[in-house]
């Protein structure tokens, strides 16, 4: 079972906007098949998600925080990984959403199976 730094820092290099605009390293850490729930209620599947995220504009929402992390094995190739994240609005309301993704292992790399956001009341 891999370590929660090592899937920790896997989910968190998807929050840089950097590596959201880069093509190439999105394919890398999504698997095929993969699908997201969004917390906007949106459902993404991997080529619509990547050209999602590769149009993004320099313009950040805010610092985006996150808390709470904790994996779960799932099997032998595949984990759960939960936590939270906090981004203070432009117009100084805070957006709280649960996160859980689950990463499998292809034989040779962890990647992202599935990600689902919940807006936390």
Do not use: C
């Not at 709470?68 to 309301?93: F, H, P, Q």
């Amino acid at each position: 079972m891999p370590s929660l730094q090592e899937i920790r820092a896997l989910e968190e290099a998807l929050h840089r906007p950097e590596i959201r605009r880069s093509r190439g390293a999105v394919e890398r850490l999504l698997a095929e098949g993969f699908i997201e729930f969004g917390a906007s209620g949106t459902v993404y599947d991997r080529p619509t998600l990547i050209d999602l995220l590769a149009q993004e504009s320099g313009s950040d929402e805010g610092d985006l925080r996150t808390s709470n992390y904790a994996l779960t094995r799932i099997s032998s190739d595949a984990v759960l990984l939960t936590y939270e994240t906090e981004r203070l609005s432009g117009d100084g309301s805070m957006r709280r959403v649960l996160r859980s993704s689950i990463w499998k292992y292809d034989g040779v790399k962890w990647q992202m199976l599935f990600h689902q956001g919940t807006l936390k009341g």
